[in-house]
């Protein structure tokens, strides 16, 4: 009777935080900044976390980029989802800073990964194969580091953990959710495509610099959010492991990554079909952040849409439908869970 009580007690207390997760919208958002190994050279490598905080509304100035959150504002209570945010090619996980911002007010903690040698800064591993394998890697390294954290892991639900993925951050994602890159469908594509200078830098050819890499899931992961994936390398069969819910995004303008080797063949061809949503007339670059009239001054080609397309429109439903979809497949099935531990004791 005392260990039925005890599970009870234990099942009880988990519905509640759930509960608190998607109650949230009076939270404010904080970040945290997150340092752990490089596990291809074992160098620093960095992450920013987003969580909800209790603390007020605060706007902070980070890299160039105005942001919703206070640094190392007081986190609130309860046990929530652990999200992990892999950019593009070249790119910074703060283009996306409002997805984040907007998932920490929500109840989720969404941890922005710099990829080493994948960024806006540095580009040392472009079109490698430690760039393809090491990716998922580096996610698995953050979300290891994320759990031991001083700060976050009293807070963080490790049986909850998805991924986010933007264009080659879909290729991470889908990686470490069990899918095998088939580096023949890279070769023939560019042979078919040459003028495709974003996915045929290297003529289709990776350059071999680690003989030792090879794709490596992560069972922890249990769905995955892609937008704009870079997906050209999975046929059927290379993603015939990969089982976790997936949340597809992408434009039906999009010049930078051909749609019908991209998104379009990735719905048809998961075994599991994706909640697959088209964006008329968006291009590539939609899923960035509205920009600032500063940045749209800097990046014109970033920042400006097709007409018709409403940034800040897609973004308000972007979020919302990434709210619902984590909370439907990680914090349900955490529910289901707990009920599934109470009939076990209760047998």
């Avoid at 010049?255 to 964006?279: H, I």
């Avoid at 007339?281 to 018709?308: N, R, W, Y």
């Avoid at 439908?321 to 099935?333: C, K």
């Amino acid at each position: 009777m005392v260990r039925l009580c005890a599970v009870m007690l234990i099942c009880l207390l988990g519905s509640l935080i759930s509960v608190q997760a998607e109650a949230g919208q009076h939270w404010s958002a904080g970040y945290h900044r997150l340092t752990f190994l490089d596990p291809l050279d074992l160098q620093p490598m960095h992450a920013i976390a987003f969580y909800p905080s209790t603390d007020d509304k605060t706007v902070s100035k980070i890299e160039g980029y105005k942001i919703d959150a206070g640094e190392d504002a007081t986190i609130a209570m309860g046990r929530f989802p652990l999200l992990m945010l892999s950019h593009g090619n070249t790119g910074t996980p703060l283009a996306l800073h409002d997805l984040a911002t907007s998932l920490a007010r929500k109840g989720f903690v969404v941890v922005a990964v710099i990829h080493p040698g994948d960024n806006y800064l540095d580009h040392s591993r472009l079109g490698s194969l430690s760039n393809l394998y090491g990716r998922p890697l580096q996610i698995s390294e953050a979300i290891s580091a994320a759990l031991i954290d001083p700060l976050l892991s009293p807070y963080v639900d490790a049986k909850q953990v998805g991924v986010i993925g933007y264009s080659a951050g879909g290729e991470t994602a889908l990686i470490l959710a069990g899918a095998q890159p088939d580096l023949k469908r890279l070769r023939r594509y560019c042979e078919e495509r040459p003028q495709d200078k974003d996915a045929c830098t290297t003529r289709g050819e990776l350059i071999v610099d680690r003989d030792d890499l090879r794709p490596e899931a992560d069972p922890r992961v249990g769905a995955i959010m892609l937008m704009a994936p870079l997906t050209l390398m999975f046929g059927r069969q290379a993603l015939a492991d990969v089982h976790v819910p997936v949340l597809l995004y992408s434009g039906d303008g999009d010049q930078l990554l051909a749609l019908d080797k991209n998104a379009q063949a990735l719905a048809r061809k998961l075994p599991q079909a994706p909640d697959f949503k088209l964006l008329p007339g968006a291009g590539h670059f939609v899923f960035i952040a509205p920009c600032s009239d500063e940045q749209k001054a800097l990046m014109p080609g970033l920042c400006t849409d097709a007409e018709g397309v409403d940034r800040v429109s897609i973004h308000r439903s972007l979020s919302a439908d990434a709210v619902r979809f984590f909370s439907d497949v990680l914090v349900q099935s955490s529910r289901e869970g707990h009920a599934g531990l109470l009939t076990a004791h209760t047998d």
